[in-house]
């Protein structure tokens, strides 16, 4: 008895000495980076054409023409390259500070090896040089995957810096999620494709805090880890660095110790999927997206695509004869509702009759005739049919699933239209008594707030169109003087009300534009009322005099949800709306060309007035 005693004692203390050293030992982790030029090639010939037989004058003058491009061409400059690894760290009196773990000259090439007590998050910073601002990589050390870096060097006036083939954000193991792709079916296409993930990190505070990661193809294939205390979807972005135009947005179903594959999806040429074997992701995605009768319908419609380009390529004619009729499902939810015509546009307010019918000429002028048209028809079809596929697998969990949590990810998969609040803010009513509390405080009811909140504002969007009057505000000026708009109105003929804030980088770009017509049509009776939606008074304040605006300044600064943004419907900026003496609406969400064109025709080319020096995109736009 006393050998066996002896034996569980001597088991234990070596029991015990092997969890010291364990919970003692420290991580080692590997950081390696290198330069990966995108610059083109330049042959034997290249060189050849670059010679010339004029005189030394000629050739000067050629270099100091071409100078700018030639120098963007040339390799980067990595002579006062400086790398800095560093992370934070809490001293005694509780003080956030930086430590330095490297620091040195960065010359192409880098390889260090080190250890840690823990899974620690990281800076990599590059400065090329004292002129160029600093890029930075966030990740994560001594999660038992080395870190691989690369300075693309692109024949643009920017150069990539990015985590090559594996990107690991792993603070908690046991929340641990793991996606891995292999790109290889798009052949040499896919080489250096862009991986770009977003999902929400829950804090000590138990508020989420938005993450993101973006990592490269490496040999076309990627790892992405992180970790989730719950269930979320998440957001995973693919860019075709060498396919123009080439950019899928896919949803994945996270959860902790989840296992992701991003792979071809069936056998279509170009189009990708992210699958699991099992969890909440293949209830919710695999489901509808890996059914055989949803991958034909696809392949169908990626065929006749391919159709449609080449003859909008080479200039033919479809023909009725040689396009299959497309025959919906007898489910399908079109088959069942009743068609009914309704006119959505409303009649003009009293007194904004002339807005209405300026709009009505113009669009009248600008109609245009649909060429392939059974063809395209036949493809808009499928693809109507592809969506409601989703729509009802994925309506069909919010509505009666057994478990509360797939109801709730089915809600944020959003199958119903984005503006169409009301089902989804009925089924979180009822999530509410169903999931635990403290996963209801921190995300569902304010979920619920926010939803209430942008339905007023798709309401009030849907409502301002053309012909209608703007809703009346007072708000405080950058002299903190109160200003009414409708006061304001009166004295102008016409007013470009421009909803934007300090940090909306396409509002800022549109100032240069807005700033000469201003300039141009301000005598003629034009003003521009500028709305502030920034959150605080010093960033807009700051922004105003950056930008030096001269026009009418004003701050709601209440971010997304002040008053005045919800009346005008406001979700995006820049938002602009044009309006007349009366507050009459007359073009909505209106930019710079487009406003140009509307006041030269209304009071004639100003000689002050400059061509743009670069065409301004119509489109761009900042999101809430």
């Given at each position: 008895?006393?050998?066996?005693?002896?034996?569980?004692?001597?088991?234990?203390?070596?029991?015990?000495?092997?969890?010291?050293?364990?919970?003692?030992?420290?991580?080692?982790?590997?950081?390696?980076?290198?330069?990966?030029?995108?610059?083109p090639?330049?042959?034997?010939?290249?060189?050849?054409?670059?010679?010339?037989?004029?005189?030394?004058?000629?050739?000067?003058?050629?270099?100091?023409e071409?100078s700018?491009?030639?120098?963007?061409?040339?390799?980067?400059?990595?002579?006062?390259?400086?790398?800095?690894?560093?992370?934070?760290?809490?001293?005694?009196?509780?003080?956030?500070?930086?430590?330095?773990?490297?620091?040195?000259?960065?010359?192409?090439?880098?390889?260090?090896e080190?250890?840690?007590?823990?899974?620690?998050?990281?800076?990599?910073?590059l400065?090329?040089?004292?002129?160029?601002?600093?890029?930075e990589?966030?990740?994560?050390?001594?999660?038992?995957?080395?870190?691989h870096?690369?300075l693309?060097?692109?024949?643009?006036?920017?150069?990539?810096?990015?985590?090559?083939?594996?990107?690991?954000?792993v603070?908690?193991?046991?929340?641990?999620?793991?996606?891995?792709?292999?790109?290889?079916?798009?052949g040499?296409?896919?080489?250096?494709?862009?991986?770009?993930?977003?999902?929400?990190?829950?804090?000590?505070?138990?508020?989420?805090?938005?993450?993101?990661?973006?990592?490269?193809?490496?040999?076309?294939?990627?790892?992405?880890?992180?970790?989730?205390?719950?269930?979320?979807?998440?957001?995973?972005?693919?860019?075709?660095?060498?396919?123009?135009?080439?950019?899928l947005?896919?949803?994945?179903?996270l959860?902790?110790?989840?296992?992701?594959?991003?792979?071809?999806?069936?056998?279509?040429?170009?189009?990708?999927?992210?699958?699991?074997?099992?969890?909440?992701?293949a209830?919710?995605?695999?489901?509808?997206?890996?059914?055989?009768?949803?991958?034909?319908?696809?392949?169908?419609?990626?065929?006749?695509?391919?159709?449609?380009?080449?003859?909008?390529?080479?200039?033919?004619?479809?023909?009725?004869?040689?396009?299959?009729?497309?025959?919906?499902?007898?489910?399908?939810?079109?088959?069942?509702?009743?068609?009914v015509?309704?006119?959505t546009t409303?009649?003009?307010?009293?007194?904004?009759?002339?807005?209405?019918?300026?709009?009505?000429?113009?669009?009248?002028q600008?109609?245009?005739?649909?060429?392939?048209?059974?063809l395209?028809?036949?493809?808009?079809?499928?693809?109507?049919?592809?969506?409601?596929?989703?729509?009802?697998?994925?309506k069909?969990?919010?509505e009666?699933?057994?478990?509360?949590?797939?109801?709730?990810?089915a809600?944020r998969?959003?199958?119903?239209?984005?503006s169409?609040?009301?089902?989804?803010?009925?089924?979180l009513?009822?999530?509410?008594?169903?999931?635990?509390?403290?996963?209801?405080?921190v995300?569902?009811?304010?979920?619920?707030?926010?939803?209430?909140?942008?339905?007023?504002?798709?309401?009030?969007?849907s409502?301002?169109?053309?012909?209608?009057?703007v809703?009346?505000?007072?708000l405080?000026?950058?002299?903190?003087?109160?200003?009414?708009?409708?006061?304001l109105l009166?004295?102008?003929?016409?007013?470009?009300?421009?909803?934007?804030?300090?940090?909306?980088g396409?509002?800022?770009?549109?100032f240069?534009?807005?700033?000469?017509?201003?300039?141009?049509?301000?005598?003629?009776?034009?003003?521009?009322?500028?709305?502030?939606?920034?959150?605080?008074?010093?960033?807009?304040?700051?922004?105003?005099?950056?930008?030096?605006?001269?026009?009418?300044?004003?701050?709601?600064?209440?971010?997304?949800?002040?008053?005045v943004?919800?009346s005008?419907?406001?979700?995006?900026?820049?938002?602009?709306?044009?309006?007349d003496?009366?507050?009459?609406?007359?073009?909505?969400?209106?930019?710079?060309?487009?406003?140009?064109?509307?006041?030269?025709?209304?009071?004639?080319?100003?000689?002050?007035?400059?061509?743009?020096d670069?065409?301004?995109?119509?489109?761009?736009?900042?999101?809430s």
């Open positions: 008895m006393k050998y066996f005693v002896s034996y569980i004692s001597a088991f234990c203390a070596v029991t015990l000495l092997v969890v010291i050293s364990h919970a003692d030992a420290s991580i080692p982790y590997k950081i390696t980076g290198e330069v990966i030029s995108e610059l090639e330049v042959t034997e010939q290249d060189e050849t054409d670059a010679e010339t037989d004029g005189d030394e004058s000629d050739v000067v003058a050629e270099e100091s071409t700018t491009e030639d120098r963007a061409l040339e390799p980067v400059d990595l002579s006062d390259a400086v790398l800095t690894i560093s992370h934070e760290v809490t001293n005694d009196e509780g003080e956030v500070e930086t430590a330095i773990l490297v620091e040195e000259h960065f010359d192409g090439t880098f390889d260090y080190g250890v840690i007590d823990e899974a620690t998050e990281v800076k990599i910073t400065r090329v040089s004292e002129d160029v601002e600093p890029m990589i966030d990740t994560v050390i001594g999660t038992g995957r080395d870190i870096f690369a693309l060097d692109n024949s643009g006036p920017d150069d990539g810096f990015t985590l090559l083939g594996t990107s690991s954000y603070l908690n193991q046991k929340n641990k999620f793991t996606i891995t792709g292999d790109l290889s079916f798009l040499d296409d896919a080489e250096r494709t862009m991986l770009m993930f977003y999902w929400d990190k829950i804090g000590a505070d138990g508020e989420s805090h938005r993450s993101s990661v973006d990592v490269v193809t490496y040999d076309n294939s990627f790892v992405i880890e992180g970790d989730t205390s719950i269930p979320q979807i998440a957001d995973l972005y693919v860019i075709g660095s060498h396919i123009p135009g080439f950019f947005t896919l949803d994945v179903v959860e902790p110790q989840g296992k992701y594959t991003v792979s071809q999806l069936g056998d279509l040429s170009e189009e990708i999927g992210v699958s699991s074997e099992s969890g909440y992701h209830l919710l995605i695999d489901s509808w997206q890996q059914d055989e009768d949803y991958l034909a319908l696809h392949k169908t419609l990626e065929l006749d695509n391919e159709w449609l380009q080449e003859l909008i390529r080479t200039g033919a004619e479809d023909s009725d004869s040689e396009i299959t009729d497309y025959e919906k499902p007898a489910d399908s939810a079109d088959d069942k509702a009743e068609v015509a309704v006119s409303p009649k003009p307010a009293e007194g904004c009759e002339d807005a209405v019918a300026e709009t009505e000429e113009e669009v009248a600008t109609k245009a005739v649909v060429k392939h048209q059974a395209t028809s036949k493809i808009s079809a499928m693809k109507r049919d592809l969506d409601n596929r989703r729509s009802r697998a994925i069909t969990i919010a009666s699933h057994k478990d509360p949590m797939a109801r709730y990810l809600v998969l959003n199958p119903w239209s984005r169409d609040y009301a089902p989804r803010i009925s089924i009513r009822e999530l509410e008594t169903d999931l635990e509390e403290e996963f209801v405080s995300h569902v009811t304010p979920l619920i707030g926010r939803m209430e909140q942008a339905a007023v504002k798709a309401s009030n969007d409502r301002l169109t053309v012909g209608q009057r809703p009346a505000f007072s405080a000026n950058y002299d903190d003087e109160d200003v009414a708009l409708f006061d009166g004295e102008r003929d016409f007013v470009l009300i421009d909803f934007w804030a300090s940090w909306c396409p509002c800022i770009a549109d240069p534009e807005l700033k000469k017509l201003y300039t141009a049509y301000n005598d003629e009776g034009f003003e521009i009322v500028g709305v502030s939606i920034d959150d605080n008074m010093a960033d807009w304040k700051e922004g105003v005099d950056e930008h030096e605006l001269p026009w009418v300044n004003l701050g709601e600064l209440k971010d997304w949800g002040g008053p943004a919800v005008y419907g406001v979700s995006a900026i820049p938002a602009g709306f044009l309006v003496s009366d507050g009459c609406i007359y073009k909505k969400n209106i930019r710079p060309a487009a406003l140009k064109e509307f006041l030269v025709d209304r009071y004639g080319m100003d000689e002050s007035l400059e061509e743009p670069e065409e301004i995109e119509e489109t761009q736009d900042v999101s």
